[in-house]
């Protein structure tokens, strides 16, 4: 039989309310007094099968939240407050200027995919933006320590990111948003790049580029990193003359990388730019300087939104649910904090949407832009 907890080990408070009003002028509060003795358990066994804390067996844990729901339990917030045992809130810092945040759908699908998920639940989502990588760990440090929440998602992993020992070190139920590679002993979501950047790079290869640039994000971001090193590698061995430019995501960075690219001696006939974002301004760019696309240059963007669709000529893109994507995630983070073991879960990879954008390889080398 599971020892009850004491006050001193920090035990949850709760009570709950009859699904069936009594008729009396107060209703009263159903407690786990009440549930342990009609499932003829322990009080601490209640409040572990509650909880979804080992310390129970799992036809005990079943019963005992099917007594609980006869009764019609449910958590009294001002309660577990008190008791400082669970925030039911979870995470999200993001490291990104909020311009760029603003304009990029990739996270507001993702965040929609987390707070559905989480909403479903009564949980709630914090979201936090900084500046740098030492500011967000000291959040999840202040975070963890005011038990402000129960855990928290993780996104753009650096390499050698710093965050992963941290986090591991305060005991802070964790996923990363992203593919194993770098996450430690933590959790993680997320699909393959190396299949997806191999077919766009084949892809292009058998339209006949044999110069394709690639716009990438911030040269830190071990996504970036996997991606380039993909790129080059398969570029290498298709005899593809490959060249890369990092930026920072936004809008203004991608011009410029895209007039550098156009501007060399001997220009790309294709560029992979790493979102939505930057392959639009990357589009402008060849219009501005009367390109045609995709007759003298091809655009591919990395992520798919509505972006990609709504310009001329619309544009070949990476296509993936991003909304599930933050779905899944915050499952994995729910079923950490209810005692499961860190995981790495492979999501379905992307698919290549083919669009106008993308056409066979001139026969001579795409105009330049003018120097300067």
Not at 28 to 37: L, N
Not at 217 to 226: C, R
Not at 233 to 249: E, Y
Request: aromatic residues 6%; neutral net charge.
């Amino acid at each position: 039989m599971a020892r009850e907890p004491s006050a001193q080990t920090g035990a949850r408070s709760w009570s709950y309310r009859p699904a069936v009003s009594t008729g009396s002028a107060r209703t009263p509060r159903v407690t786990i007094v009440d549930i342990a003795r009609a499932a003829n358990v322990s009080k601490g066994a209640v409040s572990y099968a509650l909880n979804g804390r080992p310390g129970v067996s799992t036809e005990t844990r079943k019963r005992i939240l099917a007594i609980a729901a006869e009764l019609g339990w449910y958590p009294h917030s001002a309660a577990r407050a008190l008791s400082r045992d669970s925030a039911r809130t979870v995470g999200l810092v993001l490291s990104r200027p909020a311009a760029t945040l603003a304009v990029e759908p990739f996270f507001m699908e993702l965040i929609a995919g987390i707070e559905a998920e989480l909403s479903a639940r009564s949980i709630g989502l914090t979201l936090q933006l900084v500046s740098d990588v030492a500011a967000e760990i000291e959040v999840y440090e202040r975070w963890w320590a005011e038990r402000r929440v129960d855990g928290t998602l993780l996104v753009d992993l650096l390499v050698d990111d710093p965050r992963i020992a941290a986090v591991e070190a305060l005991g802070m139920p964790a996923v990363v948003v992203g593919g194993p590679e770098g996450a430690g002993g933590l959790s993680s979501v997320g699909s393959a790049d190396e299949p997806a950047m191999e077919e766009v790079v084949r892809y292009l290869a058998l339209l006949g580029h044999r110069r394709i640039g690639r716009v990438a994000g911030t040269e830190g971001f071990l996504h970036t990193v996997v991606r380039t090193r993909r790129f080059l590698s398969v570029a290498r061995a298709l005899g593809v003359t490959s060249v890369v430019v990092h930026t920072d995501f936004g809008r203004d960075s991608s011009v410029d990388a895209t007039r550098r690219l156009l501007s060399a001696h001997q220009p790309p006939t294709a560029i992979i730019y790493d979102n939505d974002v930057m392959a639009v301004a990357g589009l402008g760019v060849a219009h501005e300087a009367g390109l045609r696309v995709p007759e003298e240059v091809s655009i591919i963007s990395w992520e798919d939104s509505y972006f990609c669709e709504a310009v001329h000529p619309s544009l070949t893109a990476l296509s993936r649910d991003v909304t599930a994507h933050g779905a899944s995630a915050a499952r994995e983070l729910l079923r950490l904090l209810q005692g499961g073991e860190p995981m790495h879960r492979t999501l379905a990879p992307a698919r290549l949407s083919v669009r106008r954008s993308t056409g066979p390889a001139p026969f001579l080398p795409g105009r330049r832009l003018p120097a300067g």
